[in-house]
């Protein structure tokens, strides 16, 4: 199947609330790491979504140093491969601060418009902006426009509420109490975005959240933060749970903790530092046990089967998919693949 239209997108966010589960939400590096995301998905039988940092969508350009240039790049190989798998995925791009909406997602979504015109698809289905070290009522009034110019787009918007702590990719949030969305925040949230009449958006609230990679234990989550905030703004606004939630900063969360999650309206958790570890943790033991054949030792000239990146790179994807079919498992997305 191609990459979700956006009407597909939005018929994957209903039924995942709907019917309680969330999507895996994969970062990629890569056509490597992307093509491990697809593999995964297609073994789960899952649709998913793929998404694209802001340094990631810097070096996929390379040399030319052009994060759109990059994110259109990986568009284009993603929407060519995708094709030939029998489940829908969504083109997404992560975290984007204030710094970088100018060089990075503006022009993603004046590109999507220049497309709509012309009667085609944006190449991109959602963006998220990033405006969690602004204070509250700047970050919503960015977010309001980003809404209005998503809507020509025909793209989701992605905005987040408090502050996710750790870092990821360069962006750093402080462990402090914006660790904890309010009831309040929450409020203010849908007092500017409204609920789906201005658009439709995703709202990655924060409770507890950190990125990164840390031990169950680490980190005190309290996902029934979520549940109190869609019932507050269910009695206010005479819809179940309202907003459609966003999970950031998952590795290491208990399955307890997911689960609680998604039944209060997460339909999309974020998913980087255990596939890139699962990605590279197959490279590391694959050269270890030949470092004799992949290096040229004592004036040897090593063994060039074993040091093709194929041979390396293919074991890589599979052990990078096996995490994603286990995402997809634990998150309820698989075999759940829209017809």
Known sequence: MPIATPDEYSQMLDAAKSAGFAYPAINVTSSQTL?????????????????????????????????????????????EVAACYDV???LHTDHCPEANLGDWVLPLLEHSIERVRGGQLPLYQSHMWDGSALPLAKNLEVARRLLALSGQARTIL?????VVGGEEDGIEGARDERLYTTVDDARELVGELGTGERGRYLAA????????????????????????????????TNIDRPLDLVFHGGSGSTPGEIS???????????????????????????????YDQ???IDGEVGVKKAYDPRSWGIPAEQAMAGRVVEAAQQLGSAGRRLK
Do not use: W
Not at 38 to 62: M, N
Not at 272 to 289: E, K, N, W
């Open 88 to 90: 829908k995925i969504a």
């Open 294 to 296: 992949v290096l040229k």
């Open 35 to 79: 093509n491990a995301a697809l593999r995964g998905f297609a073994e789960a039988e899952s649709d998913g979504i793929v998404q694209v940092s802001v340094g990631t969508a810097l070096y996929l350009s390379g040399a030319a140093h052009n994060r759109v240039a990059g994110s259109l790049a990986l568009a284009a190989y993603a929407h």
């Open 158 to 162: 992605e905005v987040e509420v408090g």
């Open 260 to 290: 609680e999650a998604v039944r209060h309206g997460v339909v999309k958790m974020n998913i980087d530092s255990d596939t890139q570890y699962a990605f590279t943790r197959s490279i590391a033991g694959y050269m270890l046990s030949r």
């Open 205 to 236: 609230l924060t409770f507890g959240n950190v990125h990164g990679a840390y031990k169950p234990g680490a980190v005190r989550l309290r996902p029934a933060l979520l549940g109190e905030i869609q019932s507050a703004l269910a009695k206010e």
